[in-house]
């Protein structure tokens, strides 16, 4: 047997992972970084709308979690907060920002991402693409939006 293999997929491990919220204490870097998630959420909601109308439209769906979470990830850092990690950016949402009900919503998205990225046999079919938009339409992009009243009213203080 491979001892790599065996090492590391075969055998219990103990893993150690550093903390996945560093503060952020510097203006520049606040701004550099909610600057960075804010054309990332672009990106991907601009993906996500492009692949809703292709012939696989459940991608649509993971784009735009992904646009989600850079979209709180933005809001977090003019918070002071760098987060990687998917569980952290919904507490941050949720307690930092104070919206449990937009972290619940993350926390959907995130489970249908989930469902879809490990779904196998997939194929295109009407309801791919209504279950699909009905998902961006009622969490994503309403996510979003809410999103970003909150960043302009963090602006504006």
């Known amino acids: 047997m491979d001892k790599e293999f065996n090492d590391k997929c075969l055998n219990e491990r103990t893993i150690t992972q550093k903390a996945s919220v560093t503060p952020l204490i510097r203006k520049e870097d606040i701004k550099s970084l909610a600057e960075k998630h804010k054309n990332s959420a672009d990106y991907f909601i601009g ?39 998917h569980i952290c950016t919904q507490l941050g949402v949720s307690r930092i920002v104070g919206r449990k009900d937009l972290a619940e ?13 490990y779904r196998l046999f997939s194929r295109e079919n009407k309801d791919e693409h209504a279950y699909s938009q009905a998902i961006i339409d009622k969490h994503i992009l309403t996510f979003l939006e809410e999103i970003d009243k909150l960043i302009k009213e963090r602006q504006e203080r």
Do not use: C, W
């Not at 979209?71 to 850092?77: D, G, M, P, S, T």
């Not at 919503?105 to 990225?117: H, P």
């Open 47 to 85: 993906g996500a709308k492009v692949m809703l109308q292709s012939k696989t439209p459940l991608l649509a769906v993971l784009l735009g979690y992904f646009a989600m979470e850079h979209k709180a990830n933005q809001l977090l850092a003019l918070h002071g907060y760098k987060v990687e990690s």
């Open 105 to 117: 919503k993350l926390s959907t998205v995130f489970n249908e991402r989930q469902d879809i990225g």
